[in-house]
């Protein structure tokens, strides 16, 4: 949180490096990603992982930190459906992000920027997949906006 | 000026039966209606209902002080009674006295089970007003840079005052996420990040819930 500065330099010219914040579940998508990791699969470094206990925890606040802190995209990821380890963590996800996503486009984050996926513990590729999935296609729309109004700026 | 009176009239009734010990309505302040609060059938004459009668009335029932001044029953036009069915839906209002007000129409005292059947029954088509409509369309046909900028030059008249937070009776909560600073989710600063942070919170706790009574 204690991000006050962005990068206004990067361009998708300039060898542009996503940042793209992930927020996934302990035992899916964490799992999974573990996996991927154990397995020696390769993929792109841009992804800044952060584990939950479930997608159901995540606050549409961590999405809007994410944003302010100098992300240039946001994935969730957890459970399939009907697989969540407490029940309904990730349907209450869903049906948050729906909202959520539409609401963020419709203040000024492209809808390009926010990812939902589902993985579960054994599929390791899939993650990977995903990951190579997301970082291309925000390499290809560029950094985020820095004056736009869900970036943190300096006090003035 | 037959509507009102049979108004006033109940309002007292119902005070003096005990039904209520409270009621909760609009009376006017010169040209501005403004909250009244009648404990004493003899006052009920104050209470009036027109147009002008804008704020929602429902922000009140949640409150601690005016509960313990209960049984409370409050003057509701439809968007006040939508609140009221908000309310009830998230287990907020057990049970109210209603006195139905409409367009130049008085429905009578009724109870919640009464409100929504009222409410299925003449207020249905109600929809928002068309220009809410045709603004979202332009902001639609926005790119989302375009987007931004409308938003950062709304959210630029906003001073942080809350209001609209107090107006609001879907606004409930004990303790606000503005106010949780540990840490500090929502910059409290009325500067554009800070801003645009509480006005997207607001919307989103407010996704499904709104009524749209305009009051905020």
Request: aromatic residues 8%.
């Amino acid at each position: 949180m204690a991000h006050t500065e962005t990068k206004t330099t990067e361009t998708a010219a300039a060898g542009f490096q996503p940042r793209i914040v992930a927020f996934v579940c302990n035992w899916c998508t964490y799992a999974g990603a573990d996996l991927a990791g154990t397995s020696r699969m390769q993929y792109p470094p841009n992804v800044r992982i952060v584990k939950l206990p479930c997608t159901g925890r995540i606050d549409p606040l961590f999405i809007l930190k994410a944003f302010e802190g100098g992300a240039d995209a946001v994935l969730v990821s957890g459970c399939h459906p009907g697989d969540c380890h407490y029940t309904s963590g990730n349907y209450h996800a869903r049906r948050r992000w729906s909202i959520f996503r539409r609401l963020l486009d419709l203040t000024g984050i492209d809808e390009r920027r926010l990812f939902f996926s589902w993985v579960s513990a054994a599929e390791g590729a899939k993650f990977a997949d995903l990951i190579r999935d997301v970082t291309a296609k925000v390499a290809a729309i560029g950094s985020f906006e820095p004056a736009n109004p869900a970036r943190r700026r300096p006090w003035k | 000026m037959e509507m009102i009176a049979t108004l006033r009239s109940d309002a007292a009734k119902l005070l003096t039966e005990g039904r209520a010990k409270l009621v909760i309505g609009y009376q006017a302040r010169g040209t501005r209606r403004v909250p009244a609060f009648v404990s004493d059938p003899a006052k009920a004459g104050v209470l009036v209902y027109d147009d002008q009668c804008k704020q929602n009335l429902a922000v009140y029932l949640r409150k601690p002080e005016v509960r313990v001044k209960g049984p409370v029953a409050i003057i509701a036009p439809p968007a006040v009674m939508r609140s009221l069915m908000v309310l009830a839906s998230e287990t907020q209002l057990a049970e109210a006295t209603v006195l139905a007000v409409g367009k130049d129409v008085y429905h009578g005292v009724l109870d919640l089970a009464g409100v929504a059947a009222l409410l299925k029954e003449k207020y249905a088509d109600l929809a928002p007003p068309k220009e809410l409509f045709d603004a979202l369309a332009k902001l639609n046909a926005m790119s989302p840079d375009e987007r931004a900028r409308f938003w950062t030059d709304q959210f630029a008249k906003c001073t942080r005052c809350y209001a609209c937070r107090a107006a609001c009776p879907g606004c409930y909560c004990l303790r606000c996420i503005v106010e949780r600073n540990v840490p500090q989710w929502v910059s409290s600063a009325a500067a554009q990040h800070g801003n645009y942070e509480w006005h997207v919170i607001r919307a989103f706790h407010q996704a499904g819930r709104c009524t749209l009574c305009g009051a905020c």
